[in-house]
């Protein structure tokens, strides 16, 4: 069955760096769409960046360009999130899901409905 497994948030001061991980398992790896997308408490989840797993095209939410990398290790089928400058407001829970690849070819973050496999999720605090 398809995994996701999160790893890497934690707390960190304003300005920081963290890197997260994604683990997936269970599925043709290279023919997806995979993405990060975050919830703060009382807030509704939000896109964050995606990645087209065979093409390597990536898109990022507003909110993060030119802070955060999306990338990929295709020999670990793991896709990994660089959060650089952090702010207060990028405190969230971050989840990693993925989905079919055509969700990847529009220049828009897809919906987290139209996602079909979620991590559980890896806390990310910056104070």
């Known amino acids: 069955h398809v995994q996701l497994v999160e790893s890497g948030g934690g707390s960190v001061q304003a300005g920081g760096s963290l890197r997260l991980s994604c683990a997936a398992s269970?599925?043709?790896?290279?023919?997806?769409?995979m993405a990060w997308f975050r919830q703060a408490p009382g807030k509704e989840r939000e896109g964050v960046a995606r990645i087209a797993t065979g093409s390597g095209n990536t898109y990022y939410a507003d909110s993060v360009k030119g802070r955060f990398t999306i990338s990929q290790d295709k020999a670990k089928n793991t896709v990994y999130l660089q959060m650089n400058s952090l702010k207060p407001e990028d405190t969230a829970m971050y989840y990693c899901a993925a989905t079919g690849r055509q969700w990847c070819y529009m220049q828009y973050m897809p919906r987290s409905i139209d996602f079909q496999y979620w991590g559980q999720g890896t806390q990310v605090t910056v104070s």
């Open positions: 269970g599925y043709t790896y290279n023919r997806n769409c």
